[in-house]
């Protein structure tokens, strides 16, 4: 197989990864209660409209900056004119005297518009890069950073509603994003990156144990974390405070990470309080 063959399977594959991830959240909103649209959740106590909103402009930039570089520029430009990225979001979906859209009609276009982004991105040449709001992307890393904004984001809906989540091994590009940022969550803070990075063994959803940073003499014992690598994703993407899980963190390096750990762009961002964001009677199956 050659370096593009194996490049074009590789962005298949996590394309699938974000279909799967964006329909599951369409199923679980599809026949929900309405009152749930207008409900606040413990994210920044914005409601479920106000999530999928989120999302649906997301997807939006997205796609727009797979077809057009320069309508995504100009997007930017705008953005940066508006009052911020929330409020821009509110007047795109909401022109001047026009009716609000209700929740269904906003899942709808949402997905509408999530399922042109997968089309676009596993049409994408898979080593050409794509303008971000952060650093350009390739392909696939777009659909893993898609991927990991959808999955962290319904963690408000599913814990407002109360019901559990399952998971697959397709978590899998989640995880490497949150190990791979280890030093952006610190350098995006202005502080000095702490050496060695911890050694990382986490439980996989199937039973596989997945290692990051092989142990060496310097961190084997004393720089660790190892636990549910569902735990660790919520970490890292900010849904759960470290408090808030069973995740075993040895080291001042691995405890300096897990306090601050942010896996997205965009300026520092601080972990939900201890105790915040986790409901009870939810189970992670």
């Known amino acids: 197989m050659t370096d593009t063959q194996s490049a074009t399977t590789q962005l298949s594959a996590q394309v699938a990864h974000l279909a799967t991830e964006g329909s599951t959240l369409y199923a679980l909103l599809k026949d929900t209660d309405t009152g749930y649209w207008t409900s606040q959740t413990e994210f920044k106590k914005w409601t479920t409209w106000d999530i999928i909103a989120h999302l649906h402009f997301s997807d939006h930039m997205a796609?727009?900056?797979?077809?057009?570089?320069?309508?995504?520029?100009?997007?930017?430009?705008?953005?940066?004119?508006?009052?911020?990225?929330?409020?821009?979001?509110?007047?795109?979906?909401?022109?001047?005297?026009?009716?609000?859209?209700?929740?269904?009609?906003?899942?709808?276009?949402?997905?509408?518009?999530?399922?042109?982004?997968?089309?676009?991105?596993?049409?994408?040449?898979?080593?050409?890069?794509?303008?971000?709001?952060?650093?350009?992307?390739?392909?696939?890393?777009?659909?893993?950073a898609r991927q990991m904004e959808t999955w962290a984001h319904a963690w408000a809906i599913y814990d407002l509603m109360q019901q559990p989540r399952t998971h697959s091994d397709a978590l899998e590009p989640i995880v490497n994003i949150g190990v791979r940022t280890y030093a952006w969550s610190f350098r995006n803070r202005g502080l000095e990156v702490p050496s060695p990075a911890p050694c990382i063994r986490l439980l996989a959803p199937s039973g596989t144990t997945w290692t990051?940073?092989?142990?060496?003499?310097?961190?084997?014992?004393?720089?660790?974390?190892?636990?549910?690598?569902?735990?660790?994703?919520?970490v890292v993407t900010q849904v759960r405070n470290i408090a808030d899980t069973k995740l075993l963190v040895n080291g001042s390096n691995a405890k300096a990470w897990m306090a601050i750990a942010q896996c997205f762009a965009g300026p520092p961002e601080d972990p939900p309080a201890p105790g915040s964001r986790v409901p009870r009677a939810i189970r992670i199956i």
Not at 75 to 80: N, P
Not at 217 to 231: K, L
Request: hydrophobic share 30%; aromatic share 10%; with cysteine.
């Open 63 to 144: 796609l727009t900056s797979l077809t057009n570089e320069r309508d995504f520029n100009t997007l930017l430009r705008d953005i940066g004119h508006s009052s911020g990225l929330t409020h821009y979001t509110q007047q795109w979906l909401t022109p001047q005297n026009s009716t609000p859209l209700s929740g269904p009609e906003l899942l709808n276009r949402w997905y509408q518009t999530f399922e042109q982004l997968c089309q676009a991105l596993a049409q994408a040449d898979p080593e050409q890069r794509f303008q971000w709001v952060g650093p350009s992307m390739k392909a696939r890393m777009f659909a893993t």
């Open 212 to 234: 990051f940073n092989e142990p060496t003499d310097t961190n084997s014992h004393t720089e660790s974390i190892a636990g549910s690598a569902v735990e660790f994703c919520q």
